[in-house]
């Protein structure tokens, strides 16, 4: 049980684009999901907190315009980052808090972007 | 200023020995502690939780809680070349839903 999965797991697009990354929980509903990022050899970042029907709680220092969040069910919540640019290659990874185990969160496999 | 704190190691021990990960935190009310394991190249998986004072065993792993130290650690009993792979520690304050991570310990396990 447990499993939450990311799409794509890889994508290279060119600057000026938009991509849009989905998180899944499969077997448990999420009312919390949490967006990450994570470049070479540091640790995760949290970017923002994504909270079903209701908007996106953002870190300080992340662009709410650039990163778009929406969490329309309690297992899907998607991750668009809008006009991309090379600062933006990345490893972006979701995760998703399992309401029936308190705190514990699980992590999608993370999806590796690349922008050209 | 809320943190997790963790040697970067690398922590190198042999086949079959107990390799001892240690974390420290800041905020002293924090109330949810997570060991997550992370190979190189991929996402962060859930290894321990613990919630209370003492010791939760779980297979080869055994996480350690003493909150009137803030201290956390992860035990890895007859450790295999499998579990090299860096180890985050992460807390979530009370009231809180966001996990803080440490940078990580980069264990190593040599045949």
């Known amino acids: 049980g447990a499993v939450v999965s990311q799409h794509p797991s890889r994508v290279i697009c060119k600057s000026g684009t938009s991509v849009k990354i989905e998180c899944r929980s499969l077997?448990?509903?999420?009312?919390?999901m949490f967006w990450y990022r994570q470049f070479p050899k540091q640790s995760l970042m949290l970017m923002a907190t994504?909270?079903?029907?209701?908007?996106?709680?953002?870190e300080q220092g992340v662009e709410k315009d650039k990163f778009l969040i929406n969490h329309a069910s309690l297992t899907l919540s998607t991750l668009t980052v809008t006009s991309a640019h090379p600062e933006d290659s990345s490893f972006y990874i979701c995760?998703?808090?399992?309401?029936?185990?308190?705190?514990?969160?699980?992590f999608g496999p993370g999806t590796r972007l690349t922008v050209t | 200023q809320k943190e997790v704190e963790q040697n970067s190691g690398p922590l190198s021990v042999p086949e079959g020995a107990i390799a001892s990960l240690n974390c420290t935190y800041s905020?002293?009310?924090?109330?949810?502690f997570f060991w997550y394991r992370q190979y190189s190249g991929k996402s962060p998986e859930l290894i321990m939780s613990?919630?209370?004072?003492g010791d939760k065993e779980d297979g080869r792993f055994t996480a350690q809680l003493n909150k009137a130290s803030q201290y956390v650690s992860l035990l890895i009993r007859d450790s295999q070349p499998s579990d090299s792979a860096t180890y985050l520690c992460?807390?979530?304050?009370?009231?809180?839903?966001?996990?803080?991570f440490g940078t990580g310990t980069q264990l190593k396990v040599e045949l």
């Open positions: 995760s998703a808090r399992d309401v029936e185990r308190s705190y514990e969160q699980y």
């Open positions: 077997d448990f509903q999420a009312t919390t």
């Open positions: 994504s909270n079903e029907g209701s908007k996106a709680t953002y």
């Open positions: 905020d002293r009310g924090s109330q949810s």
């Open positions: 613990i919630y209370s004072n």
């Open positions: 992460a807390v979530v304050s009370e009231g809180g839903n966001k996990l803080t």
